[in-house]
């Protein structure tokens, strides 16, 4: 069963017949939105009476992160469905779990600046393509692959970009495949194509990243110890990388989910 990490509000209607033959649920997902005030308020809050985005912007900047979420949903749900439909054809869920998120303005003005990009709606929306996240927990490498290609393979989606870390880890160990895909977003405006990030990695590779990154980001060892710990997390990582190919070749003589080697392609 796929599952969701990250925080909602649910409203949740349950109507039952009193034959106790049909249920109707109503399910409302509601997010906490970004409005324009709240916004004006937080940049504000960064810059003072000099808000790094120009007072003009603020508006259209509020619209374009309603644009990211909505590109984002669009993505995850494609990949509900075609989470379903293994479970339905092959008795086989590839997608462990998703983890969904929007840059926040702190983020997002703090990457433009390191690009030395100005500060303005037009450098996000034509340089930042990670603004919209989705990172996608697979069980198997056989399934990280087979569903970023089915997914690269609808026809109302653009591949822009892949990086397989997979194929080709860092010299850090990192591996994980990247794909920004551009999806269409309906508006009353018309279809607004937009950029996504997703993350595929299988949960092995989901686990040691979040320990590599707790000890880069989250830690004050000294160096001696820092540069020893990165050394074990580069051993564990081969370490695990061979253990995930004996345990997926038993996958694949007990299961007959599609198996597939190769990232997809950009457009």
């Known amino acids: 069963m796929l599952r969701h990490a990250g925080k909602s509000a649910s409203a949740i209607i349950q109507v039952q017949h009193t034959c106790a033959v049909t249920i109707l649920t109503v399910i409302l997902d509601r997010q906490n939105r970004i409005n324009t005030n709240d916004l004006k308020a937080r940049l504000k809050a960064l810059g003072g009476e000099n808000t790094p985005f120009p007072t003009d912007e603020i508006t259209e900047f509020a619209d374009l992160m309603q644009v990211y979420e909505g590109a984002m949903y669009e993505i995850s749900t494609k990949l509900e469905i075609l989470d379903s439909e293994f479970q339905v054809r092959f008795a086989h869920d590839p997608i462990h779990h998703m983890e969904r998120r929007l840059k926040s303005v702190n983020s997002i003005l703090g990457k433009l600046e390191r690009k030395g990009l100005p500060l303005n709606v037009a450098a996000m929306r034509d340089n930042l393509f990670d603004v919209a996240g989705i990172r996608v927990i697979c069980n ?3 399934d990280v692959y087979s569903v970023s290609n089915y997914l690269s393979a609808q026809n109302d989606i653009s591949v822009l970009r892949v990086k397989d870390y997979i194929k080709n880890p860092k010299q850090n160990g990192y591996r994980s495949l990247h794909v920004i895909y551009a999806v269409p977003v309906f508006l009353s405006s018309g279809a607004h194509y937009t950029p996504v990030e997703v993350q595929f990695r ?30 074990t997390l580069l051993d564990c990582a ?4 061979n253990i995930e190919t004996q345990m997926q070749n038993i996958h694949r003589d007990i299961n007959g989910a599609p198996q597939a080697g190769e990232a997809p392609k950009a457009d």
Request: no cysteine; proline share 3%; aromatic share 10%.
């Open 140 to 142: 198997y490498r056989d």
């Open 202 to 231: 299988t949960i092995a590779m989901d686990y040691w990243a979040s320990l590599e990154h707790a000890l880069r980001y989250k830690t004050d060892l000294p160096d001696a110890k820092l540069t020893e710990h990165s050394q």
């Open 238 to 241: 081969r370490s695990l990388q």
